[in-house]
């Protein structure tokens, strides 16, 4: 297994202890900027999701630059991404930070992708990231982060970046999985 592949791997690994630090009654006092409050296990939860965040880019660059694409690496990164923006929803969910309308829509999209990926690896087919699909992730990612950080900096102005970024990515999630699908329907139609 490659270096990018086991960076991968790692931030799966992330996932069991962002939920934990996120969602277990730990009670660690509030860390303060000001007038601004942030839960400290929200601090130290965001921070390790952003840390996950930041080696899908890591591996994909690493990847990229020394010729170690592999289609286990196609699979599993998006995988990855997948698994740490749910888990992450999730959990905003149940903290009453995103509405879970929109968490079900994007989830829902998710489950649907991975399913047609997964038609297609029965059919030795490995469907790669789009870059529509691409921008959905970053937005997911940015709109989770700044949830997580209650929209830290932005509060100070009163702009919740991170429940508008989290429609943001909503509304690119639909349109990417259409396309997603609309490019890749022969993979359904002409399965075994």
Not at 55 to 74: E, H, P, S
Not at 135 to 142: A, P, V
Not at 151 to 170: D, E, K, V
């Amino acid at each position: 297994m490659n270096i990018p592949n086991k960076i991968t791997i790692s931030r799966i690994f992330l996932i069991p202890i962002f939920i934990i630090l996120l969602v277990a009654p730990f009670n660690w006092n509030v860390y303060s900027i000001g007038e601004y409050e942030l839960p400290l296990e929200h601090l130290v939860a965001g921070i390790l999701f952003l840390v996950a965040s930041l080696t899908d880019w890591i591996d994909g660059y690493y990847a990229r630059k020394y010729n170690l694409v592999t289609n286990l690496g196609k699979f599993l990164d998006p995988l990855a991404d997948k698994l740490l923006v749910s888990a992450a929803l999730i959990c905003l969910v149940e903290l009453g930070l995103a509405s879970s309308w929109l968490v079900i829509i994007i989830i829902s999209r998710e489950f649907a992708v991975t399913g047609l990926r997964l038609v297609a690896a029965g059919e030795g087919i490995v469907l790669a990231a789009s870059q529509m699909g691409k921008l959905k992730t970053t937005l997911q990612i940015g709109a989770a982060g700044f949830l997580l950080l209650h929209h830290f900096p932005f509060s100070y102005i009163g702009l919740p970046i991170g429940t508008i970024l989290l429609y943001a990515a909503a509304l690119i999630t639909v349109i990417s999985g259409v396309d997603y699908f609309k490019k890749n329907w022969h993979v359904m139609r002409d399965s075994k």
